[in-house]
């Protein structure tokens, strides 16, 4: 009966929900930034003219050998490149605001891209993940929440058939499922290579790590490196967490405790290390397992919001959705197939 | 159902490519790498297991027209000061120097293997002490294109950085890139004040502004 049970839930309640519109939104805002942050060097780091850092005629090479693909690569117009570049930053900025929905979220998944492969040495595994975990999201139902419908979906939505509408929820469910996958991957993987390195053994790596001058951040990681006890806990606590990454999220008790854990650490990473789109795709995938957690912090916000506006009734935004309860257990009770 | 079968194989196939080299990898590579590149390319081994440790970076000089050689200009320092005062988003320049670096020496894991297990032999085997540094297993084509690309890279990133160097403002006809590698004190001499930084350095051949472009 459990097996049935599970899979009634996969295929009629969707998980985590809210957690996946988080990631959505951030991962949109970590897109955003990437055009923000190099918009005044673009032509310098990205465009087809002279004065590029990488000649156009090299990047097309670079591209036909890996067989890959680049919307830049198909002209070398300054014109081309910059609507293709300001159509990305647009595209960003509407995925961060949940507008347009999915077909906006793939767009901006080709555009995305298409500049990572203009520039590939700026990569990182932030930005490998992001790429990867785009198109899982392209399954989810990730604009459910923090965003802006226009009610198209919902048209398009009801004129399709009965048996295709609903596939919607099983692979919303497939697609949660393939960025838990994805992120144990990730975390596993680099945790069991860490156990391999003399350095991670010795308890040293964070000493080594944060005194790199592109990863240090003057005046306080030398405090850091500079107490043994830190450095120790540090880089054992690293590994640890790494590896014991899919038991944290696979048992729901600890699974908000792994989740916040692993935002910490990538906060901290962002802030010493500057590598902040990396620590914050990590923790916009991070979000998926703290959906009921981040349902619980909305409703506090919200009632304090109620409170706040008894005593204030002049000013008032109504606003309240009628909401379903969140959830990111895959088992639950078993549930009555509504609308189906 | 068949979703969760698609998914369970396509996580098989990538999780393999992120395992350590072994026989089944070198024998399945060819199939792997043609259903993951380029779009589900992954790569997890994250600062491991070696990190990163020393201070490396390029600085630079430049010929000018007239024929006269302009002094060491540091290409990396700037950036990385950039790097270090920006918390929010820096920018990725710098990621140019660390990854042209980085490719210099690029190869693959199984040769990476065999030029490491030659030279625990020929440092065992002490007749052949003198000869121990000639290189026994040869460049392949792939490395020498990587190493190739990367001194092409470096040099044109370092003649961007270098536009103003040459007197009467006309750009540098030639440049030459020098690579440093600052090894810091290591753990053990982390509280002795005296421990000093040991620095190589490595030239880039001159390469003209022309064959850059």
Redesign the interface.
């Known amino acids: 009966m459990r097996i049935k049970e599970a899979i009634d839930a996969a295929a009629s309640r969707p998980i985590a929900a809210l957690g996946v519109s988080g990631t959505r939104a951030l991962l949109g805002f970590v897109g955003l930034?990437?055009y923000?942050?190099?918009y005044s060097?673009r032509n310098?780091?990205f465009g087809p003219g002279?004065?590029s850092?990488?000649?156009h005629h090299l990047f097309i090479e670079e591209i036909k050998e890996?067989?890959?693909f680049s919307l830049y690569a198909w002209s070398t117009s300054q014109v081309w490149f910059e609507a293709v570049f300001h159509l990305g930053l647009l595209a960003a900025l509407a995925v961060t605001f949940g507008v347009g929905g999915r077909m906006v979220l793939a767009a901006h998944g080709v555009l995305l891209?298409s500049l990572y492969e203009r520039q590939s040495?700026?990569l990182?595994?932030g930005d490998?993940l992001a790429?990867?975990v785009i198109p899982m999201l392209l399954l989810t139902d990730c604009y459910r929440h923090f965003s802006f419908s226009s009610g198209l979906a919902q048209r398009v939505t009801r004129r399709l058939p009965e048996g295709l509408r609903c596939l919607g929820v099983?692979?919303h469910n497939?697609g949660v499922?393939?960025i838990a996958?994805?992120m144990c991957?990730?975390y596993v993987?680099?945790g069991l290579?860490?156990v391999?390195?003399?350095?991670?053994q010795?308890g040293?790596?964070l000493?080594?790590?944060m005194?790199?001058?592109?990863?240090?951040?003057?005046g306080w990681s030398s405090l850091v490196y500079?107490n043994d006890v830190v450095v120790f806990l540090g880089t054992y606590s690293t590994t640890l967490f790494l590896v014991y990454f899919p038991m944290g999220i696979l048992v729901p008790r600890l699974r908000p405790w792994t989740a916040a854990a692993s935002i910490a650490f990538h906060v901290s990473i962002?802030?010493f290390m500057?590598l902040?789109?990396f620590a914050l795709t990590m923790i916009a995938c991070d979000l998926i397992f703290l959906s009921s957690a981040l349902a619980r912090a909305r409703e506090t916000v919200r009632s304090i919001g109620a409170r706040w506006a008894q005593k204030h009734p002049a000013d008032v935004a109504t606003g309240t959705e009628g909401e379903t309860p969140e959830s990111d257990r895959t088992i639950d009770a078993p549930v009555p197939q509504t609308a189906s | 159902m068949a979703g969760a079968a698609l998914l369970g194989a396509h996580f098989f196939l990538a999780a393999f490519s992120q395992a350590p080299l072994s026989p089944a990898k070198i024998r399945l590579h060819g199939l792997i790498s043609s259903y993951l590149e380029p779009y589900f390319t992954q790569n997890w081994s994250l600062f491991a297991p070696n990190p990163t440790k020393d201070d490396e970076g390029i600085i630079a000089r430049a010929k000018c027209s007239d024929g006269s050689v302009t002094d060491f200009y540091d290409v990396t320092g700037p950036l990385i000061k950039e790097t270090q005062e920006d918390r929010f988003f820096p920018s990725r320049t710098v990621r140019l120097v660390s990854n042209g670096i980085n490719q210099l020496n690029d190869s693959d894991d199984l040769l990476l293997r065999l030029r490491q297990k030659e030279e625990e032999k020929n440092s065992e085997d002490s007749t052949t002490k003198d000869e121990k540094h000639k290189r026994v297993i040869p460049l392949t084509p792939y490395e020498k294109s990587q190493h190739e690309d990367a001194e092409r890279s470096l040099s044109r990133f370092s003649l961007t950085q270098m536009h103003d160097v040459c007197p009467g403002g006309t750009g540098p006809t030639a440049v030459q890139a020098r690579m440093y590698i600052k090894t810091l004190p290591p753990w053990s001499q982390r509280k002795n004040p005296e421990a000093k930084s040991k620095v190589d350095l490595y030239d880039l051949p001159w390469k003209k502004a022309v064959d850059l472009q």
């Open positions: 930034m990437y923000v942050s190099h060097d310098y780091l002279p004065d850092v990488l000649p890996k067989g890959s891209w040495a700026f990182d595994g490998n790429q990867l099983p692979l497939l499922a393939a996958v994805q991957l990730v993987v680099s290579y860490k391999q390195g003399e350095v991670w010795d040293t790596a000493f080594y790590i005194r790199v001058p592109e990863f240090e951040l003057p500079h962002g802030v500057g902040t789109a």
